[in-house]
Nanobody, 118 residues
Framework: QVQLVESGGGLVQAGGSLRLSCTAS?????????????MMWYRQAPGKEREFVAR????????VYADSVKGRFTASRDDAKKSIYLQMNDLQPEDTAVYFC??????WGEGTLVTVSS
């Protein structure tokens, strides 16, 4: 099993920044190296479906972003800390959502709420 805990959400004005964190733990994290997991960020806005934000490939691989966040968000990982991060700059009201991290194939955190006021 893998447990994921997100943090760093909050209320920010349009144009502001936030940094989200997600830390992994659990039996599988002791058995397999965190670096071998593909990690993802998703978000779900009120009344909408969950959508992809960023993908961090395993073992130092590339990072892929949704077009809607490209150039504003930066995802990173620290395998030694079993953590991933999402630096979000120039936030806009349409970025308001619950942000989730995901360890492929199917482990999810509870999410952290980001609210951007206009």
């Amino acid at each position: 099993q893998v447990q994921l805990v997100e943090s760093g959400g909050g209320l920010v004005q349009a144009g502001g920044s936030l940094r989200l964190s997600c830390t992994a733990s659990g039996v599988n994290m002791r058995r397999y190296s965190f670096s071998t997991y593909v990690m993802m960020w998703y978000r779900q806005a009120p009344g909408k479906e969950r959508e992809f934000v960023a993908r961090l490939n395993s073992d130092g691989g590339s990072t892929v972003y949704a077009d809607s966040v490209k150039g504003r968000f930066t995802a990173s990982r620290d395998d030694a800390k079993k953590s991933i991060y999402l630096q979000m700059n120039d936030l806009q009201p349409e970025d308001t959502a619950v942000y989730f991290c995901n360890a492929v194939p199917g482990y999810w955190g509870e999410g952290t709420l980001v609210t951007v006021s206009s």
